[in-house]
């Protein structure tokens, strides 16, 4: 593909030949001469303590190579450590061992490791474990564990993990201005199962010789985990290498380091041998983390004339049996601190308890607390506007931060860096022809047809990056990102970036920025990611910071070769590096266009080194950190028409359309391919999917037989659009567009329906709007007793 001018440009992704013909690589395809296979004995009780392990018969089953349990691992795989430390809110850090020792917390939780010839003799072997446990009283829902009768920690009253605090302004003063009127409601938020397409997966090789370790990973963050891994196993950071070939999608939850991979690349160590773990559909929603799980009780204040004056939640948040390796952040600083949405709230407080249940633990899924807090704010705005009998559209844009007074400070501390919220709100109406639709509601409406208009206008905080703040934080890392740009003496060019794509098409995209900055053709361009001995450092691929903070990397490093690349072409051509111009891959005396060198011969001519200037170094390579001033923060309007039928509960998209900002757009394919997405599991969590616990805690939707993950012919044909604002923060002007449909797309359809609904009186229903629930609430809106 000869094309140089590529920003912007409709490129198809360079990754898809490889993955849609069954032609990638990914970890469950490695295969090592000598390799053997692990499975894990797990808990069938979500609480008990571990009276006795006998793994005799499993040792002497055919073809097993090994056998663990949690005392065999004393002292020599240490627990599994948490990665956020999120500061003034006592945090409880009860250990994770690797394997249980003395109490199992979640069903799931792995008691002991089989290690055997074939996959098949390691699973047969495990079931031969034996394993007596005293059963306890679980504990999964979070009020009752905050009572404090059954303990998942017996160091850790009411199991109380966390009681995190944010104020910004008085909201109590607020509220007694004359007039306020005050709304309030309880919402759920329900635990969700990031459901990627290869379930997680380890291969460990060892070098006894060298002392040397390799792990193949589905990790999103293949540096993240080298460090891990060398404190967990105490094995040196540079004898670590990581790498993460295609991992099949992670959506959040390949950034937690697990158990399961300390341990397989312990057992590398210990045998000798290769050593490979897959874990099955079941192993992966109970082991692998779980998402959401909210409680919020939330009150939302407001003058006769809609002015919001003030906004209050009190939330539970459920953390699970253990704390995650992000778990602390994503209930406290990614949901509290974007509770002013896209509005000017004077008056924000928020409270956040963390709860330990015995439920699988919980972390980053897609969005990571920003989908929580705007599905409160959003549902908030609206039942506010129904109890002022105001039009939603009109009460958001009388709230809206005006575009004028970016860059905006919330009061919870958060500085928004560019925005136009009207102008993506108008976009889509627009789109949708309001009044039209409207009208069509109405008509709707006699004809005693359940016709809702729903709307979302949200916010998001994206391009984690400035690394001051992860330190101040608690993260126990920084946030910053690296990049390599390398020329070599044929003038092909290979891009090493320390972020770890899984499928967003960064490897197209970061190809574009080289292309359109060096003028080299697209397909001269190799994008290298997520091999720790081919980029020295990295933070990873999560939060939709990998354009935002390691594009600019890349930008930068392909600028420091640029600018060398000058330097020599000013030397070869004999004129001064200010007298010539850069276009199109050709450097050319200014005003003599004629007298020119291409970049791909420079690079030529800085690897041959006959004629450089004076002291300079042989070689067209360069490398650039870029650790960003701020975050940046897209944003954008999302409106759909649903209609309920009242005979089954059951709801039909009508439209859907979706007008985001990401700033300035790279690819217009992707960011289309990255809202589409995002707006799936957006609709679900509003519609289908839940993670369902019995009070015993046993996980009732541990298949993808038992979850509802969407059908394509579930869904709406969506409606794209986009306004562009560029972010001042980076010099390429991008956000982050990889969260914005899923954080979009709940309340937008939750609210439609509400307003389907609202004839009959019925003001909210909690998340998912199965069909049983919203016919239940019509019949008993109608009085039939069922409710």
Request: with cysteine.
């Amino acid at each position: 593909m000869a094309v140089t001018q590529v920003f912007g440009a409709r490129i198809r992704r360079r990754e898809d030949p490889r993955l849609i013909t069954g032609l990638a690589t990914y970890t469950d395809d490695v295969v090592l001469p000598r390799m053997c296979y692990v499975a894990f004995v797990r808990s069938p009780h979500a609480h008990a303590r571990i009276r006795r392990i006998d793994t005799s018969r499993a040792k002497a089953a055919p073809g097993v190579v090994e056998v663990l349990t949690g005392a065999d691992l004393e002292g020599k795989v240490q627990p599994i450590p948490c990665g956020w430390l999120v500061p003034g809110c006592d945090l409880k850090t009860p250990p994770h061992p690797a394997l249980a020792k003395e109490k199992v917390r979640y069903v799931g939780d792995a008691v002991a490791v089989v290690v055997a010839e074939s996959r098949a003799q390691a699973y047969d072997a495990a079931g031969l474990v034996d394993v007596e446990y005293e059963v306890l009283p679980a504990v999964v829902d979070m009020e009752q564990a905050l009572r404090g009768e059954v303990l998942v920690h017996e160091d850790v009253p009411q199991n109380r993990a966390l009681l995190w605090a944010l104020k910004g302004g008085n909201f109590e003063a607020a509220v007694r201005e004359p007039g306020v009127r005050v709304v309030r409601q309880r919402l759920i938020n329900q635990r969700l199962i990031p459901t990627a397409m290869e379930p997680r997966a380890a291969v460990a090789q060892y070098n006894p010789v060298t002392g040397e370790l390799t792990l193949w990973n589905t990790s999103q963050a293949p540096h993240i985990v080298r460090v891990l891994l060398s404190g967990t196993l105490g094995i040196p950071e540079h004898r670590i290498r990581v790498i993460a070939p295609e991992v099949g999608g992670g959506f959040g939850s390949k950034i937690p380091f697990y158990p399961e991979e300390a341990v397989v690349a312990y057992l590398a160590t210990r045998l000798g041998r290769p050593v490979k773990w897959t874990e099955t559909r079941r192993e992966n929603y109970l082991g692998t983390i779980h998402g959401r799980d909210h409680v919020t009780d939330a009150e939302i204040a407001v003058r006769p004339d809609g002015t919001i004056v003030g906004l209050r939640v009190r939330t539970l948040a459920n953390l699970g049996a253990y704390l995650s390796t992000a778990a602390p952040a994503i209930p406290t600083l990614l949901y509290g601190l974007m509770l002013s949405g896209v509005y000017r709230i004077p008056n924000i407080e928020c409270e956040v308890t963390g709860v330990f249940t015995n439920t699988t633990p919980t972390d980053a899924y897609r969005g990571a607390g920003r989908p929580e807090a705007t599905y409160v704010v959003e549902r908030m705005v609206d039942l506010a506007a129904l109890e002022l009998g105001m039009d939603p559209v009109e009460f958001r844009r009388k709230n809206f931060i005006p575009k004028d007074a970016f860059p905006y400070a919330t009061p919870t501390g958060v500085v928004y860096d560019s925005g136009n919220y009207e102008a993506a709100l108008n976009r889509a109406l627009e789109i949708l022809d309001y009044a039209k639709a409207r009208s069509q509601q109405e008509e709707a409406r006699r004809q005693g047809r359940l016709v809702g208009i729903g709307f979302s206008t949200y916010v998001e905080v994206t391009g984690a990056g400035p690394s001051k703040i992860a330190g101040a934080t608690g993260f126990q890392g920084g946030l910053w990102e690296s990049a390599g740009v390398r020329f070599y003496p044929t003038g092909k060019v290979t891009v090493f970036t320390g972020t770890s794509p899984h499928g967003q098409g960064e490897e197209t995209t970061f190809a574009q920025i080289v292309s359109q900055e060096l003028g080299v053709p697209l397909d001269d361009i190799e994008v290298i990611h997520g091999d720790t001995d081919a980029i020295a450092m990295g933070w990873g691929t999560y939060g939709s910071r990998t354009t935002p903070v390691g594009g600019t990397a890349v930008y930068l490093a392909a600028q420091r070769v640029k600018e060398k690349a000058m330097r020599i072409a000013a030397h070869q051509l004999e004129v001064a590096v200010e007298d010539l111009v850069f276009e199109n891959g050709r450097f050319h005396v200014r005003g003599a266009p004629e007298r020119a060198i291409t970049i791909q011969e420079v690079a030529r001519q800085a690897y041959f080194a006959w004629n450089l200037p004076e002291g300079m170094e042989p070689g067209l390579e360069a490398q650039a950190n870029w650790d960003p001033s701020n975050f940046v923060f897209p944003f954008g309007a999302h409106v759909c028409m649903v209609e309920v039928d009242p005979e089954t509960g059951q709801v039909r998209f009508l439209r859907y359309i979706a007008v985001d900002d990401c700033g300035r757009v790279i690819n217009p394919l992707l960011v289309d391919g990255q809202v589409h997405g995002g707006i799936v599991q957006g609709v679900a969590q509003a519609l289908w999917e839940f993670a369902g616990y019995d009070e015993n805690g046993n996980l009732l939707t541990a298949s993808l037989a038992d979850y509802a993950i969407p059908k394509a012919s579930w869904l709406p044909w969506f409606e794209a659009d986009r306004t562009e604002t560029p972010s001042p923060v980076n010099p390429l002007g991008v956000k982050g567009v990889g969260e914005t449909g899923t954080i979009a797309a709940t309340p937008c359809v939750v609210n439609a329906v509400m307003d389907a609904l609202r004839p009959l009186g019925i003001r909210h229903i909690d998340m998912p709007l199965l069909p049983e629930r919203v016919w239940r609430a019509i019949q008993a809106a109608k009085g039939g007793g069922i409710g």
